[in-house]
């Protein structure tokens, strides 16, 4: 089915042995703040590196996978079968480093994040700052051959877990001031604080707290391209994690119809198994068709990056799907529930899981109104036939 090559469905089938693997601990990651006990997570790290899932977005060169766009997508989309980001072990490193990386980057922090040794956070958003990024007020003083950032950035997922953080700043001065930089910082690093750790709707083991910079001083090493060389690299990070989130989406969506049928079959009322009640059946049989839909558009747009399709393209595309997938993921999750009916609001429900876990899918990574701004803006551009 969808064209997939033996090798592509060779990794496909791994990705889904492991997530297979994974999704018998869901319950108990729930009932723990999303934390799989140590040796059990431990356990499947080791085996991830194993199965050659890990840095699949990474050339061959570096030690990563070099899968194609698609075989990226494969995988993915199986990571995002499981709940409670179990499937998160599958770490993809920072997709546009390796392109502008000096050779001291490449040592000291990309090479030991391919191989799984390290791992990222990426420090943005601010309080004033999500959708209109430009407007961040975190500033970045030269001093010598020094840094001094400073900033107090939310949701910065994952910082729990993190080795060093991307932190985006506005340079305060020298020809290119006011433009934006990214620099890494080691963590811990004296001046970075967690101010909060909120709790959010989902029960994940990667927290998002508030964390303050504070007068945190990097060498001039630390940061990712050259003064005024733009963050054109970060639009890279955008399409791929946009089709990422799209990717991830389709294996909940799936994961979802799987056990809402498999219900509505066993579940017997008023004499009949409730797949044959029009109003449940059509609830499962609009979900299909829509994850129908959203896969071919996500493979699509998987196979044009590989073809090289046109990078402006691609970015409106990679919006489409992430738009599309992501609010197709939420109808189908809160149908679900519906099919589950009482037993689908109990959190040892995969529905109910997914329900609260896939509505940050339209947030994040772009809020749905912003993919639609983008959208449109290529459409009033381009014209219809060569985005869609
Ligand atoms: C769980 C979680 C994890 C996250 N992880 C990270 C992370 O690791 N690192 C990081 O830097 N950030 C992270 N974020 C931040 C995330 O990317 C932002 O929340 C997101 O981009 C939206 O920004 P905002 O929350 O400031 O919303 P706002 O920008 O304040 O938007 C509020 C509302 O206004 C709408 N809106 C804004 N502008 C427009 C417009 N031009 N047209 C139409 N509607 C508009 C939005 O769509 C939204 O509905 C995370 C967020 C969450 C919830």
Known sequence: MHGLSPDDLDIQQRARGFIDELIPYEVEAEMNDGELPADVKEKYEARARELGLLATNMPKELGGGGFTALQQVLVQEQVGRATNALGW??????????????????????????????????????????????????????????????????????????????????????EHAGEHAMFVVDLPSPGVRVVRTPAYSHTFAHHHPVVAFEGVRVPSSHRVGDEGGGMSYSYEWFRFERMMVAARCLGAAERLIEEATAFANDRVVYGQPIVNYQHVGGMLADSATELYAARAIVYDMARGIDEGRDRKVQHAQASMVKLYASEMAGRVADRAVQVFGGRGYMRENVAERFFRELRVERIWEGTSEIQREIIAGQLAKRGVRQLA
């Open 89 to 174: 072990m599958i770490s993809t490193p920072p997709q546009w480093w390796p392109e502008v990386a000096t050779e001291y980057q490449l040592e000291r922090w990309l090479l030991p994040t391919v191989r799984g040794d390290m791992s990222e956070c990426y420090a943005i958003t601010e309080e004033g700052a999500g959708s209109d990024v430009e407007s961040i007020s975190a500033t970045a003083r030269r001093e010598g051959d020094e840094y001094v950032l400073d900033g107090v950035k939310w949701h910065v997922t994952s910082y729990n877990e993190a080795s060093y953080a991307l932190f985006e700043a506005k340079l305060a001065s020298g």
